[in-house]
């Protein structure tokens, strides 16, 4: 094998695992350290009309929702459909103190796009409700229509942007999600409403597929 031939392997596999890592889907959520700022959102999802149309972000200082499209033909599998969590303990109590849902909806067509695939994404504070996270994936009242979940455990924070993307079974699949913590925040009562209303439109998409 001449060395021109050689190098022409080497750039082709690079390149590839370069464009892999590239076109998957990702979700980042990271806390400010403010008591009044919202959860930080970064996503390359779209809206269903692809690269051009944006996905729906919510956030308020203790949840985050993302509602975006991924292009399974330009990544490496489409996420296996169903609701997945895991999450993040806190190191000196051992409990949640950040949890994530992703539901992945079917696989449906877009128009002008082709095949593509709905993902929502919920990211929950310790401080939601004032109650503890496990409470969600057990079935309490206010989140109780999010238990079915596959939870696949949790980390230990530590401040730094974690990967819990194989916790949520979203990989290789093609769903990156990471989560930065920092400081813990203190529930504000006004906010409870907008808190119920993300679960309440997050779980909707379990029960109705939309595809424009």
Request: hydrophobic residues 45%; contains cysteine.
């Amino acid at each position: 094998m001449s060395r021109f031939t050689l190098f022409r392997l080497v750039c082709g596999v690079v390149f590839g695992i370069s464009t892999s890592v590239a076109s998957a889907a990702l979700v980042t959520f990271f806390e400010t350290g403010s008591d009044t700022a919202p959860v930080g959102v970064i996503t390359n999802l779209t809206g269903p009309s692809g690269a051009t149309s944006t996905p729906i972000i919510t956030s308020t200082t203790e949840t985050a929702t993302v509602d975006g499209f991924h292009f399974p033909g330009l990544s490496p599998f489409p996420v296996v459909v169903g609701l997945h969590s895991a999450g993040l303990l806190d190191p000196d109590t051992g409990l949640l103190s950040e949890l994530v849902f992703v539901n992945a909806l079917p696989i449906g067509s877009c128009i002008g796009i082709g095949i593509c695939q709905e993902l929502k994404v919920l990211f929950l504070s310790e401080t939601t409700f004032g109650l503890p996270l496990e409470s969600f994936l057990f079935g309490h009242t206010d989140g109780g229509a999010l238990v079915g979940s596959t939870y696949g455990g949790a980390l230990v924070e530590d401040g730094t942007l974690q990967d819990i993307s194989t916790l949520l079974g979203t990989v290789p699949e093609g769903l990156i999600v990471r989560v930065k913590t920092d400081v813990k925040h203190v529930p504000e009562p006004a906010s409870l409403s907008l808190v119920s209303l993300g679960i309440a439109g997050f779980v909707f998409g379990r029960r109705k597929q939309k595809f424009v």
